[in-house]
Every structure is written in structure tokens, then in C-alpha cells.
């Protein structure tokens, strides 16, 4: 595609530009009725499954006008993922996708590659998290990005970093908690290491990724900086949250290893099963705290005993010290021990399903739980934004559609200016 098109203005890549049409600035806007502080803030998504996309999706709830870009052969699996079906759709995908319009652009085309690059060229934030050296592949290095777009911060996510020697193994959150050290210390002694019900290396990476980026626009925006490439792994990601593990083991030799459902020496902080069945966490391990359970059991003469008075006399008889508590929660309901341990100031809560929490008023009190709709299941509740900002709350943003490019018109056309002669020519050849 090259020289005059007709209708439009040729660009020297050859893509048709509109010529009445004016790339739009979104700083101070508010899209779709969604502000907060980061309205302004322009984010192209190049990721899929819940790394990458979950940061991104933290961003729109925050204001920010997020681009998803997909493969028009190989769109985000996430419409799919998952054990559960409503309405014969997957319920991750509006949780993951709201927020964010959708491009369908397929790199390994050049054509497509030069579009992407322009879109990156208006963009303060890109996200992706592919296989390390994918981008590289597609003639889309950091490098090459910077120089289109030099403010551009460049956040990628992927198993085991853009470097080291592990760079090119594909890398998944179960995998990444067993390697990054998490996995080992989960779960009972002698018993195989379990894991969370949830992907806690994607999740946990993303909110790395997240931290990255607010970094990198600090330090460009308010301190004169520039754009630059974060580097989020998912096992270093899991490796972050050891605590004091690592100098536990230089110093001493101690490899910390799965404790069950409390921590070693920690007392007491465990959970305790109540007369109802159900199961409630004290956490009680400090000696002001212990002595106020100790007079909300009915016995504060345990406070003052030798073996539980201080910190490391509770560790010495971790076990004697749980079974007296567990004895006194086993006469009691669940929700007994959470009022009485309330009343006393001392931490403890029930161990919640997803049901116990849509019963609780707290989670709706705190927008936790946010009645939206999305275009295809209709009216659902959904997860509310985290944290809560006093001055430019977050808010949960309109779903996005079900359909990969759904957007590509307002995007590529709107924002980029293609008229639709061209549009429909890249569409007709695979590109969009």
C-alpha cells in the first residue's frame, strides 16, 4: 500500500489517514463516565490469560483508557477459562476485560506491527506478557519502541524475567510459586506442598508490574525522567514475599518449612474450630493481645502464668497453650468468638466462603461487592475497586464487549485515522 489512496492522506508506512481527523488527547477526561487519577493516562495491553491483564484491568478502574490489543486468530482465552458457565459464557473474562476497548492487530505481519507502533507512539503505558524474545521476533524490541515513543514505560511481564537462564521456558503461577519458594513453605509437614486455590504468581506479579509502572511515571512526570522497560518475573514476584526466610537460611542454615495452619513460635495464631463446625482465626501473639484473650476466655490468670506470659514462653509451649484456646472455642459458635474477640480488641475472624462473604454486609459497606452488567450474562455482581482513594476513588468500569476488535473503528479509525475503506481492507486481509 503505497502513494494516494483516494480519500485520505498516505502515511510514508502507507496507511491511510483521514484527514480531518485529529489524534485525541484523553488527559483530564473522563471515559465513560470512569474517572479517577488516572484519567489521562493512555495504556496498551498486549497480554492474555491474567498477568498482564490484570494489572491492566487495575489501571481502568483507575481511570485509565486501556487498548487491549489480541490476535485476530488467537484471541484472549480468558473468554473461555474457567470450571463454571452462565449463559455458556466464561465468568473471568468481564471481571478481567472491563474497562478496556479492543484491537485486534496480527503482529507477525509487518503492516500490523507499523499499527501497533503507532499506537504505541500515543501511548504513555505498554503492558504484555509473552514468551521472552516474542517481541524481539516481531521486530518490536523495547528499543525500537523507545524510539517511536521515548516517554513511553514499557512493563513486561513473563515466568522467569528477560534475562537469566531460565529466560525462555513459558512460565505459569503454579510453576512460579514452586520455584520462586512459596510453594515449599505451604501446607503441613511431610505432606505434599499444596497450593492456593487461586493464580496467586499471576496476581502477585501483576501487582509488581502495577508498582513498576507508578514508579516509572513518577519519575518521568514529576521528576523529568523518561521512558524506560520494567522487567516483572513471576517467580521473583513469589520470591519477594519470603520475609525474613532468606537471612534466615545465610545467617543460620534455617530453611523454613510448611508450618500447617500457623506459623512456628508465632502464639498463638492459628485457627481454632468453634461448637458450629466452623473454623475462626486468632491471631493473639503479642503479650498485650494475649492478655486480652486470656480475660475474654474467662481465664486471665493465663497472662500472668510463666509458661505463657512472654512471647518466647508462648513459643515454648505453642501446642499446650493452642489446645487450651481450641477447648474454649469448641464450647462456643463461631460468631460467639468473633463478638467476644471484637469486644476484647483482639483480632480474630471466620474462615469465609464466597457465600459467608455475600451474607456479610461489611463487603457491600465497603463496595467490595458492586452490582454492573455486562452485554451478554446481563446484571451480575462483581469484585469493586481496591484500594479506596479519598480525593479520585476508582470505579467499576462498563464491561467490555465479548468480541475481539470490537473496537478497532474507534481505536484505528478514531484515534489513528484509517477511514473505513481502509479499515475494511486490513480486516479482509487478516491484519485487524
Not at 487461586?198 to 513518577?218: K, T
Not at 479520585?392 to 484509517?418: C, I, M, Q, R
Request: include cysteine; glycine fraction near 10%.
Amino acid at each position: 500500500m503505497q502513494g494516494d489512496l483516494g480519500n485520505g492522506v498516505a502515511t510514508p508506512d502507507g496507511i491511510r489517514i483521514d484527514p480531518d481527523c485529529v489524534l485525541e488527547s484523553t488527559e483530564g477526561t473522563q471515559r465513560d463516565g470512569v474517572g479517577g487519577p488516572l484519567a489521562g493516562l493512555r495504556v496498551i495491553e498486549l497480554g492474555s490469560f491474567i498477568a498482564g491483564p490484570f494489572a491492566t484491568r487495575a489501571m481502568a478502574d483507575f481511570g485509565a483508557d486501556v487498548i487491549k490489543v489480541e490476535s485476530p486468530r488467537a484471541p484472549d482465552q480468558m473468554r473461555h477459562w474457567g470450571r463454571h458457565r452462565y449463559r455458556d459464557h466464561a465468568l473471568w473474562w468481564p471481571v478481567q476485560s472491563r474497562g478496556k476497548r479492543l484491537v485486534t492487530l496480527d503482529l507477525a505481519q509487518e503492516e500490523g506491527q507499523r499499527l501497533l507502533l503507532r499506537l504505541l507512539g500515543e501511548a504513555d503505558v505498554f503492558v504484555e506478557n509473552l514468551r521472552p524474545g516474542t517481541l524481539e521476533r516481531w521486530n518490536l524490541a523495547p528499543e525500537r519502541l523507545l524510539e517511536v515513543n521515548p516517554r513511553l514505560i514499557v512493563a513486561r511481564i513473563s515466568g522467569y524475567g528477560q534475562t537469566g537462564r531460565y529466560r525462555d521456558r513459558g512460565g505459569f503461577a503454579a510453576v512460579a510459586e514452586a520455584l520462586g519458594g512459596l510453594r515449599h513453605i505451604n501446607g503441613y509437614p511431610d505432606q505434599p506442598p499444596p497450593r492456593a486455590g487461586i493464580s496467586l504468581g499471576d496476581s502477585l506479579a501483576s501487582l509488581f508490574a502495577l508498582q513498576g509502572i507508578l514508579s516509572a511515571l513518577w519519575w518521568r512526570d514529576a521528576r523529568g525522567g523518561e521512558g524506560q522497560v520494567i522487567d516483572v518475573s513471576l517467580v521473583e514476584s513469589c520470591f519477594a514475599l519470603l520475609e525474613s526466610a532468606v537471612p534466615e537460611y545465610d545467617r543460620l542454615g534455617v530453611v523454613r518449612e510448611p508450618s500447617g495452619t500457623g506459623l512456628a513460635r508465632l502464639v498463638p495464631s492459628n485457627i481454632f474450630r468453634c461448637a458450629d463446625e466452623r473454623w475462626v482465626v486468632i491471631a493473639a501473639n503479642a503479650d498485650n493481645l494475649f492478655r486480652r484473650l486470656a480475660t475474654a476466655m474467662g481465664q486471665p490468670e493465663l497472662a500472668d502464668d510463666a509458661r505463657y506470659a512472654t512471647h518466647d514462653a508462648r513459643a515454648d509451649h505453642q501446642q499446650e497453650l493452642e489446645a487450651l484456646i481450641a477447648a474454649w472455642t469448641g464450647e462456643r459458635d463461631a460468631a460467639e468468638v468473633d463478638r467476644l474477640m471484637a469486644e476484647a480488641g483482639v483480632p480474630c475472624g471466620p474462615i469465609y466462603s464466597l457465600a459467608d462473604i455475600f451474607a456479610d454486609p461489611y463487603f457491600r459497606e465497603r463496595e467490595l461487592l458492586v452490582e454492573t452488567e455486562d452485554p451478554e450474562i446481563g446484571a451480575y455482581t462483581a469484585p469493586g475497586v481496591v484500594p479506596k482513594l479519598s480525593r479520585t476513588p476508582g470505579a467499576v468500569p462498563p464491561a467490555a464487549s465479548w468480541e475481539p476488535g470490537h473496537d478497532n473503528a474507534a481505536v484505528l479509525g478514531e484515534l489513528l485515522g484509517l477511514d473505513e475503506t481502509t479499515l475494511a481492507d486490513l480486516a479482509e486481509r487478516g491484519i485487524t
